[in-house]
């Protein structure tokens, strides 16, 4: 059985049923989704597990907050990573996010 694996990004200019994408491999397919809110988030977390996904890593837009009540609404069941940066850094990301 393939394993799968999914990285979500959020943002609210996101559309969700456009700006999705899978590759797929001889062992794994490798999903993209995105979601405009946590509230969608959480939702796809859930449908992750109920369709067998095995891992699941988010962009930078969570906080570890919103990560571990990812964890919790998926009753521990998706292994679940974020994506995180070094505090030197934080100006030169918060400049890139402010554009735009």
Request: charged letters at 25%; a negative charge.
């Amino acid at each position: 059985m393939k394993r799968k694996f999914a990285s979500m990004f959020m943002n609210p200019a996101y559309r969700p049923e456009l700006h999705q994408t899978v590759f797929e491999t001889a062992h794994q397919d490798t999903h993209i989704f995105t979601v405009r809110d946590f509230e969608e988030a959480v939702a796809l977390a859930q449908r992750l597990v109920e369709e067998g996904f095995g891992a699941l890593e988010v962009c930078g837009a969570f906080r570890p907050d919103q990560v571990r009540a990812l964890i919790e609404a998926t009753d521990n069941r998706l292994a679940i990573g974020y994506s995180t940066h070094f505090p030197e850094q934080d100006e030169m990301f918060a400049a890139f996010f402010r554009k735009g």
